[in-house]
């Protein structure tokens, strides 16, 4: 019975984890985000707020100018200008 149950739950880890996976842009972007929640939870003035605020569009902007332009690079058809994100 507790073999079965062992096997059930690797089976189901297996199989859920790719699923769950997103790309590394993404995943730097909701890093970004993780950051800017925790950071406001411990804000107290806002300025406090504005600078986590500040560090989040900044962790954006390095996801954007790393992760995000490999993945658009990637998935852009050969001979293709990437274009610049705004």
């Not at 690797?10 to 925790?38: V, Y």
């Not at 300025?47 to 790393?66: F, I, P």
Request: charged share 30%.
């Amino acid at each position: 019975m507790n073999g079965t149950v062992a096997v059930a739950s690797l089976m189901l880890l297996l199989f859920a984890a790719p699923l769950a996976a997103q790309s590394p842009c993404q995943d730097c972007l909701a890093a970004a985000r993780a950051e800017l929640k925790k950071c406001l939870e411990n804000a107290i003035s806002q300025e406090d707020k504005r600078s986590c605020a500040d560090k989040k569009e900044a962790k954006a902007k390095t996801c954007e100018d790393g992760e995000c332009r490999i993945e658009r690079a990637q998935s852009e058809p050969k001979g293709q200008a990437v274009p610049k994100p705004k």
